[in-house]
Structures are given as structure tokens and as C-alpha cells.
């Protein structure tokens, strides 16, 4: 059974920083990727970041702002946003998955089984 808790959303002004959280329970430790997706209203699910070993991806729309990792003695992987933007605003999901992740011709595909509810993040201009 794996459950996965986002936290640290929050409104804050463009220019400025958060950090989610996603709090791992994966009692089988079958989990071997981690990823963070974000949805905007009327918008489509995308992938931002991913950690997989030693490997991290970033969609090119937060590379250089975003950086994700994993911190295994607390069972949690963060996501560092710095210099954020108000096309940054959207609901962020934690996932994971027993698999490596898939990238096709840059975008990080949603194929990751466990999914987190979401936690809502807003950058005001």
C-alpha cells in the first residue's frame, strides 16, 4: 500500500519561493520514482520534475527555478520553487511509481500509479 501527502501549498507574490512536500507510506518499498505534476484550471495534468536514482528531470518551463529531491530518512521528496511566476499557480500532485519515468520528447508522461490529492498553490503578480 503506498499513500502519498502533498503539503506547502500556499499564495505568495511572483518573485518569491515555496516548498512542497510529499510525505512517502510505501510499507512494500516498491516505489522507485517520484514526480511532481501540476494542473491549472482548464488546463491539462503536466509534468514538472521527476527523481529516479540519481537522474532528475525538469520540464523546460521550470528548469533553472525548480528543483526536486528526496530525502530518505524522512521518507519525503520535496519540490524547491524558487523565482516563481503566476503561470506557476495550479494545483500540484505528488506521484509515484515501481517504474522508471517516461519522457517523450521532453514531457514527463503521467504514467505513475500512486497519486497524492493535491495540495493548491498560487503566485499573485
Not at 503506498?2 to 512536500?21: F, H, I, P, T, Y
Request: with cysteine; aromatic share 8%.
Amino acid at each position: 500500500q503506498v499513500q502519498l501527502l502533498e503539503s506547502g501549498g500556499e499564495s505568495v507574490q511572483a518573485g518569491g519561493s515555496l516548498r512542497l512536500s510529499c510525505a512517502i507510506s510505501d510499507s512494500t518499498g516498491v516505489t522507485v520514482s517520484w514526480a511532481g505534476f501540476r494542473q491549472a484550471p482548464g488546463k491539462q495534468r503536466g509534468g514538472v520534475a521527476a527523481i529516479y536514482g540519481g537522474s532528475t528531470y525538469y520540464h523546460v518551463s521550470v528548469k533553472g527555478r525548480f528543483l526536486i529531491s528526496q530525502d530518505s530518512a524522512k521518507n519525503t521528496v520535496n519540490l524547491q520553487m524558487n523565482s516563481l511566476k503566476p503561470e506557476d499557480t495550479a494545483t500540484y500532485y505528488c506521484a509515484a511509481d515501481s517504474r522508471p519515468p517516461l519522457v517523450e520528447r521532453g514531457v514527463l508522461r503521467d504514467a505513475f500509479l500512486y497519486w497524492g490529492q493535491g495540495t493548491q498553490v498560487t503566485v499573485s503578480s
